[in-house]
């Protein structure tokens, strides 16, 4: 079964660093991209960025580069999202998402994890 | 960044109804298939895939939802509303990188 499993909820300090993960089983890591998409409170969803760990190949939102850092580690199946100094507008929930790859360029998101709720205050 | 812009913001519909859901994105999404997806979003929850490729439903996804449309405007139908059906629904643009979603449509019961 495919399953994509987040990190735990989260309360930060604006300033502060913060990674969350978002571990995958039940499928070849490798061969699909992962994206990361934020949901403000009572908000739409936003397209943070994407990572094919099979190259890491990454890409951003124009919105988001800069930011955020993402990145995999394929040999525990687990990509991250990772700030270097937190803002309070950061406050979301965030999502993890597989993607099927099509020639060099990610697809429709089929599965999600559960969400990490993200708390600067 | 390609515009996705969904029409209603929301609507109500009675239970066994058609609920019928707008896309217009700002530039054509077809290449070979139409780069269009729609989700469901129910309050708490991840979202869910309920369409891709513009017209082909997701795993497990009732055939009371389908969805249409090519180049720049697609539609989602829901042809008989049932209680579960009350969520938010998405669609999403995979042309281009970053990829971009509407603002959403609540659907709910009249």
């Known amino acids: 079964e495919v399953q994509l499993v987040q990190s735990g909820a989260e309360v930060k300090k604006p300033g502060e660093s913060l990674r969350i993960s978002c571990k995958s089983s039940?499928?070849?890591?490798?061969?699909?991209?992962i994206g990361w998409v934020r949901q403000m409170p009572g908000k739409g969803l936003d397209w943070l960025g994407i990572i094919y760990p099979g190259d890491s190949d990454t890409r951003y939102s124009r919105s988001f580069r800069g930011q955020v850092t993402i990145s995999a580690d394929s040999s525990i199946t687990t990509a991250y999202l990772q700030w270097s100094s937190l803002q309070a507008s950061d406050s979301a929930m965030y999502y993890c998402?597989?993607?099927?790859?099509?020639?060099?360029?990610?697809?429709?998101?089929?599965?999600w994890g559960q969400g990490t709720l993200v708390t600067v205050s | 960044d390609i515009v996705m812009t969904q029409s209603p913001d929301s609507l109500a519909v009675s239970l066994g109804e058609r609920a019928t859901i707008n896309c217009k994105s700002s530039q054509s999404l077809l290449y070979s298939s139409n780069y269009l997806a729609w989700y469901q979003q129910k309050p708490g929850q991840p979202p869910k895939l309920l369409i891709y490729?513009?017209?082909t439903r997701g795993s497990g996804v009732p055939d009371r939802f389908s969805g249409s449309g090519s180049g720049t405007d697609f539609t989602l139908t829901i042809s008989s509303l049932q209680a579960e059906d009350v969520a938010v629904y998405y669609c999403q643009q995979y042309y281009n990188t970053p990829d971009t979603f509407g603002q959403g449509t609540k659907v709910e019961i009249k």
């Open positions: 039940g499928y070849r890591f490798t061969n699909y991209w």
């Open positions: 490729w513009a017209s």
């Open positions: 998402a597989r993607a099927p790859s099509g020639t060099s360029v990610p697809y429709y998101f089929d599965r």
